[in-house]
């Protein structure tokens, strides 16, 4: 089992829908949650981190989390199509020291 | 304007000859790191550093050394490259955060496509 896992994907969303991406983790350990989204050809920029259960939102972006369940999510509003990217689930057990990240889900918004 | 800057871009060798990545940071961050980028695979990380001289080894570290003598540089180094080192590989920064607190993640550097034949 992979340490972060991730939708397999690929996700498509119609423009102006909400998408919704999905990570679990299975280190009890892990403190702080990181949403990184990488376009094609480019490398990974941070969108979001999230430590405490519940949510955090910011803009257009709401990230979820759920220590219990060891689940973390990223919900996008009135998606775009610059939307489109593969977006990375990462959790560390400290802070961005040591991060692990899942495999990524693509998800392509369509006009 | 704040970065992570590796170089070269891209690079091709050959099976055996030694070669250093180099990366730096003009954001005084404390924390820096390299990953490979494998298709199927992710990214995977190598070796990370929480200060200068601190370095520790993440879950792909075998065939590379890092050193971190000084906080903006973290060069990357293949003493004897083999194929199956072939990989993008990203140099990543960041500043320090506190447990218990929402922390800051990486900020990457623009990648070194290397192949080695």
């Known amino acids: 089992q992979k340490e972060v896992e991730q939708n397999s994907g690929p996700l498509s969303v119609p423009e102006g829908a909400i998408a919704s991406l999905n990570c679990t983790y299975s280190?009890?350990?892990?403190?702080?949650f990181f949403w990184y989204r990488q376009y094609s050809g480019k490398s990974p920029e941070l969108i979001m981190s999230i430590y405490s259960n519940g949510d955090k939102e910011d803009g257009r972006f709401t990230a979820q989390l759920n220590k219990a369940s060891q689940y973390v999510s990223l919900l996008i509003r009135d998606s775009q199509p610059s939307d489109s990217a593969t977006y990375l689930c990462?959790?560390?057990?400290?802070?961005?020291?040591?991060?692990?990240f899942g495999d990524g889900t693509t998800l392509t918004v369509k006009p | 304007e704040a970065q992570v800057t590796q170089n070269p871009r891209y690079l091709i060798t050959v099976t055996g000859k030694k070669l250093t990545v180099t990366c730096s940071q003009n954001m005084n961050h404390e924390y820096m790191s390299w990953y490979r980028q494998d298709p199927g695979l992710g990214l995977r990380q190598i070796y990370y550093s929480m200060n200068v001289e601190v370095t520790d080894k993440g879950d792909v570290p075998e065939g590379y050394k890092v050193s971190r003598k000084e906080k903006r540089n973290f060069p990357l180094i293949l003493e004897s490259p083999s194929p199956n080192q072939t990989s993008l590989y990203f140099c990543?920064?960041?500043?320090?955060?506190?447990?218990?607190?929402?922390?800051?993640?990486?900020?990457f550097g623009s990648g070194t496509r290397l192949t080695v034949v």
């Open positions: 990543a920064s960041s500043l320090r955060g506190w447990r218990g607190s929402d922390n800051y993640g990486y900020t």
């Open positions: 990462a959790a560390s057990n400290t802070n961005a020291g040591k991060s692990t």
């Open positions: 280190d009890r350990g892990s403190q702080s």
